[in-house]
């Protein structure tokens, strides 16, 4: 028998749970510190938004360009690789986490808001379409999430169990 790696997809669920992490890591320093120095709508409509986008490009987009992975996915086991496996391009970093990050940037134009949710409708949607498992910001980049959590060996199969045991 010969000793093969085999890639796993990162589950949707794995991948949520990273981005709600890496949201939260990002989004509450931010959301706290425009509310205390601007009005609560200035703050909520404008400044956190902007602020946001322009954080999370950069939180992203180094800490995958370093290590394929942000705090998020690190707790959740799963890491970006190229769609060949291979560890990403700095380019590939900025095309994936600029498409995620950039949307809530569109925030204090009313027209652009609605398209930005419906534009993070259709992301989710098409982690759920085709065999990758790849979002939009996963396809332009040329990108996939792998799990990264141990696996247990395979069980050996019939032919390979010596005689003696069965």
Known sequence: MTDRTVTVLAEPAQRLVARLVDTLIVGVPIGTAATELFTRETAQT??????????????EAVQLALWGRTVGKRLTGIRVV????????????????????????????????????????????LLFEGEHRQA???????????????????????????LSEV
């Open 46 to 59: 404008v400044v956190a938004p902007l602020a946001f986008a322009a954080v999370y490009l950069v939180y």
């Open 82 to 125: 190229s769609a060949d496996g291979s560890r990403l391009r700095v380019s590939q970093a900025l095309v994936r986490s600029a498409i995620y990050a950039l949307p809530p940037a569109a925030r204090p134009v009313p027209v652009l808001n609605i398209l930005a949710g419906i534009f993070w409708l259709a992301e989710i949607g």
């Open 136 to 162: 939009l910001h996963d396809r332009a980049a040329g990108t996939l999430v792998i799990d990264t959590r141990p696996r247990p060996a395979p069980a050996a199969e019939a032919e390979d169990v010596p």
